[in-house]
């Protein structure tokens, strides 16, 4: 707990956003970090309210009280900034860190595509474009010791991350027909966030199924496209249809891909195996295993299986994470960890809670 | 209700199974149905008590005893008889009922295919193959004539009915590669019936989302393709991955098919619209709009929306239905009416219930 | 369904506030019902839509466009007017529609509550108190005679009807302390409303369970002591809290009482189903049988079952209902059936949907 | 992790039962703790699986066999033994653990009643109760160092640890009528365990609520009143009353009482801040706030709000906990802790998962 720390040789950290969900999950999961003291968290709308006042989770662990988002103010405490806020917000405030000499990682979309005219084909006009060149996209399973090095990391979004560590191996090894990926994704509620929405209202969820953003139109399109592409070494585009889920928590993707050569099942499990062998929060599955989100809910892991539909020739890949940790708050601290010279897994450790 | 129906003038069904999900669903219905009077009910587990102490839904308003499964008995007092059976048990037991001259709408997959060696390739040898070529795939969209006339209507399987709905439009029309169809589907948790398992449980459902029977693994997809085989007028496989939702009913298929030649979404959209038009109970959607389990929860509706994905130039449909009412009990009175003469929707006017 | 009828003969009906959970409530019920149009339905957000773009599920059956609310406009073309608006907007136009000659089920608290001071106590200065004394509280198993006559009805809240039926045979025949009664009430999220609040989100409801309302401050308690104090003869005051339980409908009260003089179990059992053996709507259980919200869901039941704790001489009362149909829509209609001569039962006829 | 510890220092533990759900929060929850290994796990049911085939949860991280329940075997490569049995089969093999000089920490019902007798009413015979009292009823807050010393310590059941450690401040300060407490409890589905039964399957549970074991006929009735007795000094009887929530974890109760003198809402807060000010794990809220079991999950806290019903002068307590920890697993480990001489909080120190 923070008491017990050594507090001078601690990283001092700022949330920026903390008054939503994946703010909120950035503060659990850095109460077990034994290397970084939390010392700045700010809400517009809640400002000068306790932050344990709005999640009573952190009663007597986390009391600080929510500011108002003052950059100069913020700089002035914190080593390294999360900057969870929504698009467009984030773009208004990150230079100013950086300007500071702080270290960023964003959890918004606003610095993951590297094209400032896809950005704003698919957002608004990007602010400050000039700083596109220099984020790195945070996945640290593609480009660890770029993260390693960075100053700007964006953080990958939720549905993203599924599907391009999902679509890894294949890709970079060449394996698959590119015109022909299909993404059928499924998150959990807790991706549409805290903000009082009808949409999001639980008789409304509850019991309940549907796709959203079908044909292309979800945002997270180009960004799974961007690294796909760069996996590949050429373009490719996909078709992407979320889902939401009557659960809290959990993205799982079911990806169809089409074999550019005969391959089996058995040589894709080992394929995949041998990808991930040395990655601390990927867990490829044994044949004839496919993942489940309640396996990952609260934990940092990616669970990946596969198989070849051989009736089809088609082949079939199943990834999960908790859209909170591995899809936002916990690789946001992977990265931080990787900016800021901790070992990878500090403050993940733990275990997904089941049931 | 009951007692208010002049009961001369009534058919009298059995409903064989009735202590399951669609048993019970058979008896909601039913209860609403004005020419019916459900004379029997069986369970082999609960013989001996009132269907009303297995389902308090049911107190006061449907208090039979059940009975044991004895086939020439129930066929002494029913015109015609639901078997609400696990396969291989319906076939040991719709022989006899066709024997004595009754009418069977067999909810169980063991009349579904009409090749004896595809259904003993996906379940057992079939013990009754010469009653296939007889059987009717009740899917009254599809052959509401035939079912007319059939003694023995094989009702159709949950996920075949929203993905052969959601696919007719374009294979008949011959729109799309027919090697390229990829059905994802989702179904809630009564589609694993009422039998107590470790995987059923609400611990182990809830707030959880897999993929099972991937790769081609699941008893349905025989099925599904013995029917978009015959609207294509030639052989066609498919890739099809179910899932489970935590959520009580309802099936949502997310369908990709390649088109053939150009197409629009104002086209696609149109043709559904058209190809629908005078059917009671599939409601193709306006163009944007895409179907929620949610909307048609406890009715006999299936809703259906399609787009063209034009950056892929890939078609997605979505199709959503109750897994209990239109994916079951409610189809299997559809085709009771279509058989006895009722009007196609007597007993499934009601609308979904929401929240 | 709506075109098989014949309009001329038919009772036409508005529904203000039809946008809401208990709007779409009376809809759906109302299609059942064989001798009632609904002729117009309102909304002041979504004036202009229609009803089914709101609420998928009536697409294609109740099709028609939300007006703004102008009184004059509405009661010109319906005889009978539900109010499904929120306390303190319905006493805004209720006297508009009587003094336009029209019958009214008021759904909202502003009429339930005979003492315009209490009334101001617990909500705001009442606006028409002069209506109070006319308004009859419409709990159709308290007073079905007088409902019969009234021109307005007020709905009773959905907690006071599963706490008053709990108790009304306790306390009409004087058998309980009536200083010492409590009720722990839970309810199902829907009771909150379709408004967008943090609060009802999914994510801070789904798997989660809290009291609310602690201490007395809930404002159906003044409206359960009213009419409990009615049927005891004497004032009585109740220590009640309500919860909120995830799920979308259903209340369940546990009441708990103490008996001024001996009794059984057997004697309390038979006393609740004597009292209640001619009530459609109301469904005493046998000895040892407790109710589950899940076996009254969509319907108008409300299921009892009571017992006498032995070791500690103290009654134990568990009543169920739907909050939106017993506990709102369907209870509304019931009294409209009362008031406009229709079999009390009719519309409400259709049983719980389960699972 | 496991890897990362001096193996030598370490305390080495077995799970008796560990394919249970309390079994698995014993691993997830130890996995964090800083001196403990895992030394063997048994399953009857699963011998000779890994135990991370039941709970993928725990792939790559905590792979053990699951072995056969051999005592002596058990015996020789443990400290300390946790058995999470059923009631009957702990009382089983506690006295070989016993008998070879280990320590047991019993989460069964087996060692909780001081009484054979009582035992012997509520449950069967007890197989060895002379060991009945030795054991020491393990909740910390009552009797912090009795269990420091203690070699068998039972395990409190869950819904009593959320009764009594909401009655302590009010039972030992003598301010309520001992013969007037009412717990309305309410238990997410976790409580039910991992067998497979009809009333646990996801369809039976979801969107549904109900009382059981209703008038005094719930097991952990005696273990509740045993302790509130000794708190209070003389005998104390409640009625309780169970109920099912459809959520996964959190058991909530209700509670109850008449104080015996005039008190305030501002009284009793600071009493219970008073009372509870120095212990690590519950959280008495400030005037106004009750707890939610949404703020506790996966946490070992108890959060407890109370006021004082001034219209009937009756004072209601809320209190919270997470069924699996608080209320299972948890208090183990913290039971653990004391006799081992570790720091109280050690591996429990997470914060509640939200949402």
Redesign the interface.
Known sequence: ?FLNREISAMLNVAIVGASG?TG?EL??LL??HPGVVISCVTSEQSAGKRISDI???????CDLVLEPLNPSAIAARADLIFTALPHQAAMKVVPDFLAAGKKVVDLSADYRLHDPAVYGAWYEPHLNPELLPEAVFGLPELRRETIRKARLVANPGCYPTSVILGLKPLLENALIDI??I?A?S?S???GAG?????D?????????????G???AHRH?PEIEQELSELAGQPV???F?P?L??????I?S?I?ATPNRPVT?EELVSLYADTYKDEPFV?P?PKG???????????NFC?I?I??????N?I?V?S?IDNLVKGASGQAIQNMNLICGFPETSGL???????
């Open positions: 707990m969900y909120l503060i659990r109460d077990r999640f009573p989770t952190l009663r007597g662990r015109t022909a299909i059928d499924k959990g509620t807790s805290r903000s009082a929405k009808v999001s209202l639980y008789c409304e969820v509850n019991d309940s199924f549907k796709a959203y079908v044909g292309g399109t585009t996909i078709t249809t889902h889920v009557p659960m809290d928590r959990g799982l079911t169809y099942t867990r599955l295993q496919f993942p489940s989100t309640a396996f990952v809910r609260g934990s669970d299986g198989t070849l539909d051989s009736r089809t088609r079939v199943v999960a450790e733990g275990l997904a809670i089941f049931p």
